[in-house]
């Protein structure tokens, strides 16, 4: 389970978040919703470890993240994506989605010198994960194209893909369907359902596509001003009056 309790953030004199608070089951997808502004992604950011919060506690399991260096955070199970594509343009989509799996599965210095049988193993078992989740996703044709020049909605199924190589029991995904046409996002919808029940994970999704979130969603968060505002089922939040009032504003 993921635990984020009474988190806090200040950028100077703006607070971004302020005493943040819920959890995501095992198995679950859980929606993170809120006007531009409310303090989404900086959640994930703190999870992640890109912030570091004022106070608060964000566990996994039985982890303090907060005592976790970034770059040691996804060994414990947690990938993400990131709202602006993070790719790298000239390599191959191929090797943008074997770069998610170097935490994971790349051997350490001394392993790598006494065993380079094993080293080469290790590296071709990577490859053919990266090509399965290839052919998965649907873009194992477009393997050896660079990222760059790729369409859109391409593009956000390697970053989706590069997640998945880590094998994670929590992904972070941070407005998959953005810039995606309805019929994508409703591909997308079905796809992250599908990929769920096979892979078993949990979800953190922040989402504006309000129908994908209630579609797929086990229970939805709502966030304003950097403040959880609303946490429960979908047909609770959404009917939700401080939800309604955040997205639509009151009467004058």
């Known amino acids: 389970m993921l635990n984020v309790s009474d988190v806090a953030l200040t950028f100077g004199g703006i607070r971004a978040l302020d005493a943040v608070g819920f959890t995501v089951g095992p198995d679950e997808i859980c929606g993170l919703i809120g006007p531009n502004g409310a303090g989404k992604t900086s959640i994930f950011n703190c999870i992640t470890r890109i912030y570091q919060p004022d106070s608060g506690t964000i566990t996994y399991g039985d982890t303090d993240l907060l005592s976790v260096p970034r770059h040691r955070v996804v060994g414990h199970g947690i990938a993400r994506t990131f709202q602006n594509l993070a790719l790298w343009p000239q390599q191959t989509v191929l090797e943008n989605t ?3 799996a170097h935490s994971t599965a790349t051997p350490n210095l001394f392993a790598s010198a006494v065993g380079w049988h094993a080293t080469r193993k290790a590296a071709k078992q990577v490859e053919r994960d990266a090509w399965d989740l290839l052919d998965r996703l649907g873009i194992a044709d477009l393997a050896s194209h660079p990222a760059a020049g790729l369409p859109f909605g391409t593009l956000k199924r390697v970053e989706l893909a590069r997640a998945l190589i880590s ?4 992904l972070l995904l941070d407005e ?7 019929s994508e996002v409703d591909e997308l919808g079905d796809l992250i359902l599908d990929l769920r029940r096979e892979l078993g994970f949990s979800a953190l999704l922040v989402e504006h596509h309000m129908g994908m979130v209630m579609r797929i969603c086990d229970h939805v968060v ?13 047909d609770d939040v959404k009917r939700d009056p401080a939800v309604v009032a955040a997205y639509l504003g009151t009467p004058a």
Not at 167 to 170: A, T, V
Not at 176 to 182: E, R, Y
């Open 98 to 100: 074997i770069v998610g």
């Open 167 to 170: 094998r994670p029991s929590m």
């Open 176 to 182: 998959p369907a953005g810039g995606l046409t309805h």
């Open 222 to 234: 709502a966030m304003e001003f950097g403040r959880t505002i609303a946490d429960g089922s979908p």
